[in-house]
Antibody, heavy 118, light 110 residues
């Protein structure tokens, strides 16, 4: 059974940093692209970032480019999102998502809430 | 990276069919047959219901179907059921490892 478990969320002040982690199991982690997708409570989904199996192909949404960094450790079956210079508008649930060769998202974690507020 | 445009809400009676549109541009929906659709219930993570424009994952009801014409993709729910009441999101690959979601559609079963 595929499991994606996010951790590291919480309350942080504007301008500070936070690092999200995602522990993956139930599939061969280093075979797949992985993503972060976020959702402001009560609002829509926003793709944040994705990373290929070998970390050579990485993409970011314009809204986070230059502030967020995605990475992975295939030996630890883990995905990360380093979030710097956080803004109130970054407040959202952050989902760890497994990607596929044909560019869709087939498994989602339960989400980790990041709240940016003074 | 502008969000794909979906109607904010749609409704129908049980048994009716509805089609949710998802309009993008020549940079995303129009360039790739890589549109997917997700169903989301309140407080839950999204669930994949359509991928590659019109394919259904194993276990997804065949009353969901997808199509695409030009820059617009569509999700059709045939024979609307009470349990279809949820939020629906489209998503398209936009090249260069970039993806874009739709604005989301709240479906109400009357």
């Amino acid at each position: 059974e595929v499991q994606l478990v996010e951790s590291g969320g919480g309350l942080v002040q504007p301008g500070r940093s936070l690092r999200l982690s995602c522990a993956a199991s139930g599939f061969t982690f280093d075979d797949y692209v992985m993503h972060w997708v976020r959702q402001v409570p009560g609002k829509g989904l926003e793709w944040v970032s994705g990373i290929s199996w070998n970390s050579l192909a990485i993409g970011y949404a314009d809204s986070v480019k230059g502030r967020f960094t995605i990475s992975r450790d295939n030996a630890k079956n883990s995905l990360y999102l380093q979030m710097n210079s956080l803004r109130p508008e970054d407040t959202a649930f952050y989902y760890c998502v497994k990607g596929t060769v044909t560019k869709y998202f087939d498994y989602w974690g339960q989400g980790s809430l990041v709240s940016v507020s003074s | 990276q502008s969000a794909l445009t979906q109607p904010a809400s749609m409704s129908g009676s049980p048994g009716q069919s509805i089609s949710i549109s998802c309009t993008g541009t020549t940079s995303d929906v129009g360039s790739y047959n890589l549109v997917s659709w997700y169903q989301q219930f309140p407080g839950k993570a999204p669930k994949l219901i359509i991928y590659d424009v019109s394919k259904r994952p194993s276990g997804v009801s065949n009353h969901f179907s997808g199509s695409k014409s030009g820059n617009t993709a569509s999700l059709t729910i045939s024979g609307l059921q009470a349990e279809d009441e949820a939020d629906y999101y489209c998503c398209s690959y936009a090249g260069s490892s970039i993806y874009v979601f739709g604005t989301g559609t709240k479906v109400t079963v009357l």
